[in-house]
């Protein structure tokens, strides 16, 4: 059994595998060769501390496991991480333990990659532009996963409502963190690593406190923000916008305008999951729209791999996180780790 | 975070100890300071494989965890265990990782403890005759449970009805296995240690083919196989008799007569898993008890820990196993390997 650190899960993890492997969980959750179980929640102290269990299948790469993450808001003062867990894989022809990987590290790979997916599949190709809600542990996560799939990215404007210094702090940094963090990954040969190195060196980052002249720009929009009151207006969002609201993952939580759902063609990665606990769940409690008719993006993806891109039409992508996209990630991570003979390996 | 192996294990766990923490974690489930979650369940080929995982938060210990434990039947012949998985336990402080214990060892102790606790405040504590039907895995763990909570038991009798061979086998070897597998970890200047020694040294244990009549002799009965029809009928059992269910956990399993929910006096470790998957199951279905009548041991213990023996009463417990049984053994262990400075330890 194999046990991955966050380093060195930046050492075995690039996003263009990522995204694919989760763009394959999806596809499969939607075919039934994915399946995942009901997701288990605990409040310790309300608004402070909490922790998911999260599990599931995923036949085709012939591995099933869980993630158990918890959050800790009180860390921060003991410094301690927030967010700690574990993601642990399991062989489905034995029930061997196959590995344990950092759960935290992994979940900003596997939620940046559930972002970039449905941008692959239904932003515009060419976007240039575009705006991140949130400069929190999610935020470089996000940018990278979005420059892998939409190479004319040239302008990322940050927002942070809360906190406008957080946003201009991380805007300083982005450009320098997201070489560091990411590139190292990628193959310093291939094509893919040479072109995002020259888009990271063009890369223009600005904040900006104006949160609705930054939505009328944008091109793309990512929410990832633990908001529980509508930050950005339907009418602000131009047509052709797509937007991915992956800050909603519990009752209360809300990123964007409800009225979004009745104007713009939405997806979302879970339907229970997105209708109880994701921004789709205002819409539905306003009944805008109902649990079923919640498309989900692995049902889109199924059916089609083209960009579905419409300059008259905004998009949206509701990212709740499923187990599926934990367990292709991890084991991604695994299997890229033990051709490197990379982590600590024990025998239980 | 600290991991524990098999061997481990048995150098840190003590029956005496482990049986004191599950006899805590039973009470405090019924006084609400133990927590478990809804228990996953997954069948990957019929009859063949399935794993689940248990969950829940021991707020006494000040840890929250999961168990995933397998069971691939296929296993046997590539000579791997056939039982595998893995208790996480984390801080509720900080939600940190604090270990990863070896599951199918650690199910040993926990389920030969839950036995036990039920036989400590159920059983004739002079009781001298164990009937053991079955001889598994967990054959082993339940005697050396019953020896510590009934310290005039002298005669061991084993009935398999499937296989009387291996009943036989395990006659021959059982002592030894017992004194081997879990004397040492006893203090052996302790009085429990010498106890137990003698005990052993002392003790009878013979195979038998006839359930009927060794059912007719016994003073306590563990019924610990994955049978799927009763093998002790209800009047066979003499009065002041006392039995543990344990192998039933799943939709299907009975091991004993389900008339003896309507004769005898008795307890569950939970109520709803007891009436979904225990052997209370087939009662339940038959009409003869209700779900809500089905009384926890923990709702007992809450109350007195004295001896409840009559010697007019047949008693039962179905045990079909919970997290806080796992979560409290395995926080026994990783506290007593820390002192001891046992096992690995790794850096997430």
């Known amino acids: 059994m194999r046990v991955l650190t966050a380093s060195d899960l930046e050492q075995v993890l690039d996003f263009p595998s990522v995204i694919t492997v989760v763009e394959d969980a999806y596809r499969e959750k939607a075919t039934g060769d994915g399946t995942i179980w009901p997701m288990i929640y605990h409040e310790f102290i309300s608004d402070q501390a909490d922790m998911d269990i999260r599990s599931g299948y995923l036949k085709s790469q012939g591995v099933y496991g869980m993630k158990l993450l918890s959050w800790f808001a009180g860390n921060d003062a003991k410094q301690l991480p927030e967010l700690n867990g574990t993601v642990n894989l399991y062989d489905d022809q034995t029930g061997l333990p196959k590995g344990i990987v950092n759960a935290a590290a992994l979940t900003g790979y596997r939620t940046g990659a559930a972002g970039a997916v449905a941008s692959k599949a239904l932003a515009n190709p060419d976007a240039t532009n575009l705006l991140l809600v949130g400069s929190g542990s999610q935020a470089a996560f996000q940018v990278m996963a979005e420059l892998t799939v939409l190479p004319k990215l040239r302008q990322i404007t940050i927002v942070n409502v809360v906190s406008p210094?957080?946003?201009?702090?991380?805007?300083?940094?982005?450009?320098?963190?997201?070489?560091?963090?990411?590139?190292?990954?990628?193959?310093?040969?291939?094509?893919?690593?040479?072109?995002?190195?020259?888009?990271?060196?063009?890369?223009?980052?600005?904040?900006?406190?104006d949160l609705k002249a930054a939505t009328r720009q944008a091109d793309v929009i990512v929410t990832a923000t633990p908001s529980t009151k509508p930050m950005i207006k339907a009418d602000w969002v131009k047509p052709g916008t797509h937007i991915n609201t992956i800050g909603a993952d519990m009752a209360g939580k809300q990123e964007v305008d409800e009225q979004l759902f009745s104007s713009a063609k939405f997806?979302?990665?879970?339907?229970?999951?997105?209708a109880s606990v994701g921004e789709a769940q205002t819409a539905v409690k306003a009944g805008i729209v109902t649990e079923e008719q919640l498309p989900e993006i692995g049902e889109l993806l199924a059916k089609t791999?083209?960009?579905q891109w419409d300059p008259q039409t905004v998009t949206l992508f509701d990212s709740t996180g499923i187990a599926l996209q934990d367990i292709a990630a991890a084991n991604l991570a695994l299997t890229n780790a033990a051709k490197l003979n990379l982590g600590q390996t024990i025998n239980l």
């Open 165 to 209: 210094e957080n946003a201009e702090a991380l805007a300083q940094s982005l450009v320098e963190t997201l070489t560091n963090q990411f590139l190292p990954a990628i193959d310093s040969n291939s094509e893919e690593h040479q072109r995002l190195a020259k888009q990271l060196a063009a890369l223009k980052v600005s904040a900006s406190d």
């Open 267 to 274: 997806y979302v990665d879970d339907r229970t999951q997105s």
């Open 305 to 307: 791999t083209e960009n």
